[in-house]
């Protein structure tokens, strides 16, 4: 079971971190994602990473300010945000890579945490 916490509402260029923390046993053995779903859009891949924590991918779009990291020792996946944009407001979500390492699309997770809502006013 998955869990989004750390959303809020913040201005332009603040930073924000979320969490995602997982319950059971297996978290280590899992790559992890992060996907949004801004309003009236379809969920999209923001980042992943690799259940050793030291292979990571990003959607263009946040690469060089979001940073994914995980803590295998207190299973919990965290995002942290820097520089944050309008553009970013959504639900973020994290989920269990189901499909293996590589793939963005969302038929590749599964097990999905409630969301957590991120607002960037300008």
């Known amino acids: 079971q998955l869990q989004a916490s750390g959303g809020g509402l913040v201005q332009a260029g603040d930073s924000l971190r979320l969490s995602c923390a997982a319950s059971?046993?297996?978290?280590?053995?899992?790559?992890m994602g992060w996907f949004r779903q801004a309003p009236g859009k379809e969920r999209g891949f923001v980042a992943a990473?690799?259940?050793?924590?030291?292979?990571?991918d990003y959607a263009d779009s946040v690469k060089g300010r979001f940073i994914v990291s995980r803590d295998n020792v207190k299973n919990t996946l965290y995002l942290q945000m820097n520089s944050l944009e309008p553009e970013d407001t959504a639900v973020y979500s994290c989920?269990?890579?189901?499909?293996?390492?590589?793939?963005?699309?969302?038929?590749?997770?599964?097990?999905w945490g409630q969301g957590t809502l991120v607002t960037v006013s300008s």
């Open positions: 990473i690799h259940m050793s924590g030291v292979r990571k």
């Open positions: 989920a269990v890579n189901v499909r293996g390492w590589g793939r963005r699309g969302l038929e590749a997770f599964g097990y």
């Open positions: 059971g046993r297996t978290f280590s053995r899992h790559h």
